[in-house]
């Protein structure tokens, strides 16, 4: 069974940064796509970034681009989200995917729901 654990959220001031990290376990970890999604308040869960299998492709939605970057170490079963010149509209809570279907391409990953979950982790930006 797949387990993906967050850590990292918190509380930041607009312009502040923050990492968050994921740690995978339960199958081989290098043969999957991984990304974060986030879910604001009363919002509909959304993409936000994705890394291929071998972390040679990275995809992000347009508002973090430039601020967030998404990286993977295969040694370590872990996917990061270095998220900076935080704003208040990056607040959400943040989830951790892995991609169901092995190699699934960072860009696929953001068009489609077909994923492993994480349980979350607050992330809050104030002004």
């Known amino acids: 069974q797949v387990q993906l654990v967050e850590s990292g959220g918190g509380l930041v001031q607009a312009g502040g940064s923050l990492r968050l990290s994921c740690a995978a376990s339960?199958?081989?970890?290098?043969?999957?796509?991984m990304g974060w999604f986030r879910q604001a308040p009363g919002k509909e869960r959304e993409f936000v970034a994705a890394i291929s299998w071998i972390g040679a492709n990275t995809y992000y939605i347009d508002s973090v681009k430039g601020r967030f970057t998404i990286s993977r170490d295969n040694a370590k079963n872990t996917v990061d989200l270095q998220m900076n010149s935080l704003k208040p509209e990056d607040t959400a809570v943040y989830y951790c995917?892995?991609?169901?279907?092995?190699?699934?391409?960072?860009?696929?990953?953001?068009?489609?729901?077909?994923?492993?979950w994480g349980q979350g982790t607050q992330v809050t930006v104030s002004s």
């Open positions: 339960g199958r081989t970890f290098s043969i999957y796509a």
């Open positions: 995917a892995a991609a169901r279907v092995p190699l699934t391409t960072a860009q696929s990953m953001a068009m489609s729901d077909n994923n492993y």
